[in-house]
């Protein structure tokens, strides 16, 4: 039978800064009150009055409402961008100072020698060159706007110090008390693009795990595991290549699939999985430890963004729906925030509002006063992994040795000796398993016993984001876009990491674009590690953009994105094999065809009211498969007790229901019975839209071999599931207790905010002055108010919708929005988590956009100015 061992990866990066030694001491400092009031509250920011910036050439006004979130008022562009630098400092100036650590692999300069692997690991795949590179394609405009913020945040630094910055430093300052953080550069900017690429990097771990799958496992069954996108009971974006936007079947089984692949055609005909699974491992292991910026990938990651046109709505206008679905973060990854020019014209043409990224200048999802846009990731196979034939300094290439690329990289490492690393690269990208002793010595391992030369396999990473490129210009052409055209222009610079652009402009139009750079490839379908000694699976270009999906006013009047196909499968280009599975754009399809069908003309607050939809349509599958094994003879007690549960549920993953728990509780038992016990544990299930979809074709196949283990006494589909229900039943009464009328999801599907540096220290003390929660919350995996989980490991939520906006282009002012946190990255200031209650419970914020309605939501007001 496969490993029973706990699952090994996991979705939280556990960075652990604090040495033995320093622990005890914060802890003895943290009791005695050597972090005390005063140095908890020093860093928090001025919101009133006025304040003297260096570089200012003219006064800005800064507008705060009783959230904290700032609204800023400049008479030039350049003004504007340094005050956003300035007010970014203000409040999150530690997660910019983190962030640009972790994207440029100096972490060990903050923390020490633990992280050296990590450093080693960004180092290789070269994210601050990249940005140093994409700094000097900037246009003149992009490039001073980019050191107008820099210089903001330098006016910042340059009157801030130590914990007058964030209480983290007083914290870092115990263990290593000469760091000082560096200037700010554009370059540190343009490198968090980097980070958004990664996390968002579609398909990698899918294709890292059928290899590792097919060390155990035969093709088909491999192809079992992955199942490709129902087209014939899911909808498409768009109806390109014979998709089908309308498609709606709530409570549908799997139909028809379009195959994703199962590599028969690419790498596993010239070499067995088996030989480089080690890599594999490795390279999982080494992605798994960095630290997630933006949130888990792969399988559980996405967002919906949906957007109505005026012919469906009360107002006779557009409305559009955003929640980026990423991971459990505090301080939110994002930053509300208004920039506007007191005057708009081409010299400073920027009146926008909307959600930022602090470090990063602009709005990155939001509406300015003509035009609104959202995200969702696209998810398109962005990157593949090569396996070489690597011999001393060379590999091999259609049939030649080819020289290695080599550059040296020193890593300083706070109270230890600097750390010198060579990444070694070939056409394809940086050698990935070519990082630290470990990685040699299974390289030396596998050699020896396939009897070729040591180190003859490693892994290399083809990866679009590793190619310099114009994202960093895209941000300000969104921000100040009048029309359909302009944005157009603006996404074909958006290059990484490809998203789904949702749009609606006050004119009434409607529209969607796929933007980015998708490579086209001579062989392969990118679903498995190629093999790096041929051409024939080289990568050939990238789709040009007059190619990629793009809609505009459709006839249905309504555009919806939830990370599923774009196309259908009739489109002559790859986008991906990987596509979300679409159980969430099923449902809002199904909602916003409810509401049309009845007559309905939709509001704000429907659409509000979709972005909290919890049906589970899983469950709804499998709930009366598993009742009709209850009603047989010989059902056990347990197992009728659960049927009485589940016989009146609707399906929703409510915050109160006691269905909902035990049915979680049931699938996660089921998918550890059916396959944890028997795949190797880096594969184990998660229990997102993938699964759904696996477990959901396998009801229909009651005798497959995937139902049976011996050493469970289950033979078929119905033994299965009525032994994982017994199983839950035991499980559920231990974790909630024997009294049903007491269960409810929401006692075990919790929400702790985690500080992203420091929250995970190992030190109570220290985790306690920056972590909060839990919160008790509704949702779950795949489901629309995607509060997802991990069935691998327990039952906290671990990504999540990171905001929820509503814009009405009817009146921007009616507008709603919500942060996961607040505005405020400073452990205890009032704005830290006072947005988390409302996120929690489905309710936004008014979101003031005009300069009336700013004015009239300000409760402070700050005048940055030039100095005297």
């Known amino acids: 039978m496969g490993d029973d061992t706990p699952r090994l990866r996991r979705h939280h990066r556990v ?69 956003q630098g300035y007010v970014h400092a203000q409040d999150r100036f530690w997660e910019m100072d983190f962030r640009r650590h972790v994207t440029s692999g100096r972490l060990s300069e903050m923390f020490g020698a633990s992280q050296v692997p990590t450093d080693t690991f960004i180092r290789t795949l070269g994210w601050r060159r990249v940005a140093e590179q994409e700094v000097k394609l900037l246009d003149p405009t992009s490039l001073r706007y980019y050191q107008d913020y820099a210089d903001g945040v330098n006016a910042y630094l340059k009157q801030h110090s130590g914990a007058e ?109 088996a030989q480089y699974a080690s890599g594999l491992e490795q390279l999982a292991a080494s992605v798994e430890a960095l630290p997630q910026l933006m949130g888990p990938a792969g399988d559980g990651i996405g967002s919906n963004s949906w957007v109505v046109g005026g012919a469906h709505t009360a107002s006779g206008k557009p409305l559009l729906a955003n929640d980026p679905h990423l991971g459990a973060a505090l301080p939110s ?271 704000a607050k429907d659409m509000s009211a979709i972005q909290s939809d919890t049906y589970d349509a899983n469950a709804a599958a499998l709930v009366p498969v598993l009742q009709a094994v209850a009603d047989k003879p010989d059902a056990s007690a347990d197992l009728q007790r659960a049927a009485r549960l589940l016989e009146n549920w609707d399906y929703r993953d409510d915050a109160d229901s006691a269905a909902a728990a035990y049915f979680a509780v049931f699938w996660k038992e089921l998918l550890h019975d059916m396959f944890g016990r028997k795949l190797p544990v880096a594969t184990a299930p998660t229990g997102g839209d993938r699964w759904f979809s696996v477990v959901g074709s396998l009801l229909s196949q009651p005798d497959s071999s995937w139902w049976a283990d011996s050493d469970l006494g289950t033979s078929d589909r119905d033994s299965m599931l009525a032994y994982a229900a017994d199983r839950a039943w035991g499980s559920a009464r231990k974790l909630l207790g024997d009294d049903t009328s007491s269960w409810r999801w929401d006692r075990i599907h919790t929400l702790t905010l985690k500080n992203a540096s420091l929250g995970e220290s190992g030190v109570a003390p220290i985790e306690w002055l920056f972590n909060r929660g839990p919160w008790h919350v509704g949702g779950g995996s795949a489901v629309v108010d995607a509060t ?15 905001m929820r906006m509503v814009v009405d282009l009817s009146r921007f002012d009616a507008s709603t929005w919500v942060n996961l946190t607040g505005a405020s990255g400073h452990a205890f200031d009032a704005h830290y988590t006072d947005q988390t209650d409302l996120w929690a419970t489905g309710k936004t914020r008014p979101w003031p956009f005009t300069a009336a309605a700013v004015r009239h939501a300000a409760i402070q007001t700050l005048t940055l100015r030039p100095p005297r």
Not at 19 to 45: C, D, E, Q
Not at 58 to 74: E, K, N, S
């Open 15 to 83: 960075l652990r800064v604090i040495g033995g030694v320093v622990a005890v001491l914060l802890v003895l400092v943290v009791v005695a009150g050597g972090i005390g009031v005063w140095t908890v509250t020093r860093s928090f920011p001025q919101t009133s009055g006025s304040v003297d910036v260096p570089g200012l050439t003219q006064p800005v006004t800064v507008y705060r409402d009783d959230a904290g979130v700032p609204q800023l008022y400049a008479s030039t562009a350049d003004d504007l961008f340094r005050a």
């Open 333 to 603: 990854v994002w930053y509300q925030m208004g920039l506007h020019c007191t005057t708009v014209g081409p010299k400073c043409p920027f009146d926008v509002a909307g959600f930022s990224f602090s470090g990063f200048p602009g709005i990155v999802i939001g509406h300015n006063d003509r035009i609104s846009w959202g995200f969702t990731n696209l998810g398109p196979d962005v990157a593949d992994l090569f396996v070489e034939k690597v011999t001393g300094n060379t590999y091999e290439y259609d049939g030649k040795q080819v020289p290695l690329q080599k550059r040296t990289e020193r890593i300083h490492v706070a109270g230890g000796a600097d750390v010198t690393i060579t990444v070694r690269s070939t056409l394809h990208g940086p050698i990935v398993t070519d990082i630290g002793d470990a990685y040699a010595r299974i390289a030396k391992d596998q050699a020896g016993k396939l009897g070729i030369p040591a180190q003859k396999f490693q892994i290399s990473l083809a990866w679009t984001a590793l190619t310099p490129g114009t994202t960093a210009n895209a941000i300000f052409a969104f921000d100040a876009a009048r029309d359909w055209t302009a944005f157009r222009a603006a996404a074909q610079q958006f290059q990484v990491p490809s998203q789904n652009l949702v749009y609606a402009d006050v004119d009434g139009h409607i529209g969607y674009q796929a933007p980015g750079l998708i490579p086209t490839r001579t062989g392969g379908d990118g679903t498995i590690p190629m093999p790096g000694w041929s051409s024939q699976y080289a990568w050939t270009g990238t789709i040009p953009f007059d190619q990629l999906p793009s809609v505009f006013d459709p006839p249905a009047g309504y555009i919806v994105t939830a990370n599923n196909a774009a196309v259908g499968p009739g489109f002559p280009q790859l986008i991906t094999a990987d596509w979300d599975l679409g159980y969430r754009a099923n449902q809002i399809e199904a909602r916003l065809s409810g509401l049309f069908g009845a007559g309905k003309k939709v509001t």
């Open 788 to 802: 997802g989980w991990d069935a691998s490991v327990g039952y906290a939520v671990s990504r999540l919708p990171s």
């Open 165 to 273: 910055l964030s209480l983290e430093y007083a914290v870092l300052g115990l263990q290593n008390p000469s760091y000082k953080p560096q200037p700010w550069t554009p370059a540190d900017s343009v490198a968090w693009l980097k980070a958004m690429a990664w996390d968002l990097r579609s398909n990698l771990e899918e294709e890292v795990d059928r290899a590792l799958l097919a060390t155990k496992l035969k093709p088909e069954q491999v192809a079992e595991l992955h199942p490709g996108y129902s087209y014939t009971t899911h909808p498409t974006i768009t109806d390109l290549g014979g998709g089908s936007p309308r498609t709606v079947t709530p409570d549908a089984q799997p139909g028809a699939v379009a195959s994703s692949g199962s590599g028969e055609d690419s790498a596993s005909a010239a070499v067995d999985p």
